[in-house]
């Protein structure tokens, strides 16, 4: 099972440090993908993108979690080579995050 | 007097958003206060350019358009107007928005320029530059400071229907009007907190009202093309209800909202601005009704002693050049492309600084995750950054050459340069910016 099917995402900048919040759509999934999303699993998943510390804030009441992503964008918006210089991008690539079927 | 609700609504979220929603919301929202947030953080650099060619500009591009579009409404309706599309010269942005009034044949107007929040000399002077600033002194083209709701409100004291500002923090936009009108203390950090989430939600308009939010099958969104902007009922205590306008499109939702709550969040207990450090950790959304959404929860403490500054500077150029491949062999025939504008570019020994060569359909965005997918088509970027422009030009020009030089099959070929502005950020105490307020009246 695919996040996208239990969260969305929206992805931020600021600086270099790229945020992505997941949230649920349901309160009753928020223990699993607290359990799932770690911090070595999101930077695993992004492939070396992110250079720095990846940092997650748990917020139970909302069902989300705010994911902060440092040196993760090759220099920051106003610097950087790459075709998506805010890492809008990215909220698509965590929602293919694969999580067991509860 | 505690049964008061101030309607404040957001008329852009960006300096090229649309105006038409805004328009709307002049004549239709019954608004106390709209509010335009135009500024992001490389546009007060690149006004500051604009404004070293010619000292009556540096304002927004967009100004004169869109105060044409919403002074007649917003005049009508007793609207007033707080923006920060006086970019990198508010009192001009005034005499501009001036005359746009008289031309409409509008008068009895007020309107107010907040300045104070350009701090370029002093970063310039070596003995007043904070250490460890990244940018030499030499290459620095703008140093604005970040300034809080102090100065709009005092703008509105003194009368002000519309106040046009440089670099403000963008929540604090919102946070202003509000302390004004509910003569909130500055040091009320429970209000001005929750003053601050109202900021924070609306300032990027669209994208709490289902913009930036639709994924078709999973969260739908209708009428997109109508999007309405958002407007916010707050009351006395801070506490809001978020909406849109009846017959707009998209949508106002718990989801909308939690979404834009996070956005641009680092730690969420701890939303720094030169206002207050809001805490969002606690704050709880209520759906109350079609596109209705109470907000509240929202905390405080003090507000830190240094400003954020953003330093604008000189980064060198950026050149770049595409090319399109398709059909059998695409992939095969573009990485060859890639490898040849490689070799070439060490050929001529040109001096990058960095470079990079990205296949787009297959790796530009996301690295080599999906790269076992083969494409119909796929298309080649060349970008470096350089020096000199003549040096960046060189750099689409190669991809160019690919026409009669390169694989089979090419085509599409484009180039562009830019010279790269970049912002730095650094801190400065308090004590050291002074805003001020220039009025004039019609």
């Known amino acids: 099972m695919k996040l996208r099917q239990l969260a969305h995402c929206r992805t931020g900048d600021k600086g270099d440090n790229s945020n992505v919040s997941v949230i649920v759509y349901h309160s009753q999934d928020y223990l699993l993908i607290e359990q799932h999303l770690t911090t070595e699993r999101i930077r695993a998943h992004l492939h070396g993108r992110v250079r720095g510390e990846v940092t997650r804030y748990c917020l139970p009441a909302l069902g989300a979690i705010n994911f902060v992503l440092h040196d993760a964008l090759t220099g920051g918006v106003t610097r950087s080579l790459a075709l998506d210089p805010h890492g809008k991008c990215i909220s698509g690539i965590i929602l293919d995050l694969e999580l067991p079927v509860p | ?442």
């Open chain 2, 1 to 442: 007097m505690s049964d008061r609700v101030i309607r404040i609504g957001c008329g852009a979220g960006f300096s090229g958003d649309r105006i038409e929603p805004a328009v709307d919301l002049a004549r239709r929202g019954s608004l106390d206060y709209l509010v335009f947030e135009c500024l992001a953080e490389r546009t007060i650099a690149l006004a500051q350019k604009s404004k070293l060619q010619n000292v009556n500009l540096g304002y927004d591009p967009l100004l004169v358009e869109r105060m044409t579009a919403v002074l007649p409404a917003c005049v009508a309706n007793g609207v007033k107007i707080i923006s920060n599309m006086g970019a990198a010269n508010p009192r001009a942005a005034c005499q501009r928005t001036a005359e746009v009034a008289r031309s409409l044949g509008l008068s009895g107007l007020t309107i107010a320029a907040v300045e104070g929040d350009d701090i370029t000399a002093l970063l310039r002077a070596p003995n007043t530059a904070p250490s460890g600033m990244q940018p030499e002194p030499e290459r620095i083209i703008s140093a604005n400071a970040y300034l809080g709701c102090g100065p709009i409100r005092d703008a509105l004291h003194l009368g002000a229907d519309i106040v046009l500002t440089g670099r403000v923090a963008d929540p604090s936009l919102f946070v202003g009007p509000l302390m004004y009108e509910f003569a909130w203390s500055e040091h009320d950090w429970t209000r001005l907190g929750q003053a601050t989430l109202i900021g924070h939600l609306l300032e990027c308009a669209g994208q709490l009202t289902g913009g930036y939010f639709a994924d078709p099958g999973v969260k739908d969104v209708e009428g997109l093309a109508r999007l309405g902007f958002p407007l916010a009922e707050v009351g006395a205590d801070g506490s809001a209800v978020v909406t849109k306008l009846n017959g707009t499109g998209g949508l106002v939702s718990v989801a909308t909202c939690k979404e834009q709550l996070l956005y641009e969040v680092q730690d969420p207990a701890a939303y720094v601005t030169p206002d207050v450090v809001a805490d969002f950790s606690s704050v709880t959304f209520r759906q109350l009704g079609n596109d209705r959404v109470e907000i509240c929860g929202a905390g405080g403490r003090a507000r830190p002693e240094a400003l954020k500054v953003s330093i604008g500077y000189h980064d060198g150029f950026i050149g770049e050049g595409q090319m399109s491949y398709a059909g059998s062999g695409a992939v095969e025939r573009a990485r060859l492309a890639l490898q040849i504008v490689e070799e070439r570019l060490r050929l001529i020994a040109l001096p990058l600084r960095e470079s990079r060569y990205d296949l787009i359909g297959l790796n530009s965005v996301c690295g080599d995750l999906h790269s076992t997918h083969v494409p119909a088509e796929v298309r080649i970027r060349v970008v470096g950054r350089t020096g000199t422009l003549d040096d960046a030009i060189r750099i689409g020009r190669e991809v160019e050459s690919l026409y009669t030089n390169g694989p089979a099959g090419g085509g599409g070929a484009t180039q562009s340069v830019r010279e790269v502005v970049a912002i730095a950020s650094t801190l400065v105490p308090r004590e050291r910016v002074v805003p001020r307020i220039d009025i004039e009246a019609l």
